[in-house]
């Protein structure tokens, strides 16, 4: 279950610190617990490379956006984005993103223990 996903996943940092690799039968698979590994990574030019959970992601995202593309229109892509993710003009939208949260939440709320289509709810 969940619960026993998530003491595992705390367990994991508390003994071995915020950046874990650990294997899926042959494919390494590394969990960043603490912010700065994931900006590192996020940042990075060169590791842009996406593994096969992005598979995923792609019916919703589609094949061609700068989460689920890698190479020259990854490239292009970011470079378009970049200025629109600038701290201020975030700000801006902070409370349109706060009133969308508590809708989600307020959506999911009553669903604890249940399995539920999440597609549904943010497409």
Known sequence: SEHIWLR??????????????????????????????????????????????????????????????TGAKWHKHRKLLTPAFHFRILEDFLHIMNDHTDILVGKVGDTHGKTINVLNLIS
């Open 8 to 69: 595992l996943m705390k367990d994991l940092r508390n003994q071995f610190g915020n950046v874990v690799k650990i294997y899926m039968g042959t494919k390494p698979l590394i969990l960043l617990f603490g912010c700065e590994g994931f900006e590192k990574i996020m940042s990075s030019s060169q590791h842009i490379t996406k593994g096969f959970q992005y598979e995923f992601f792609k019916p919703w995202l589609g094949r061609t956006g700068v989460l689920t593309s």
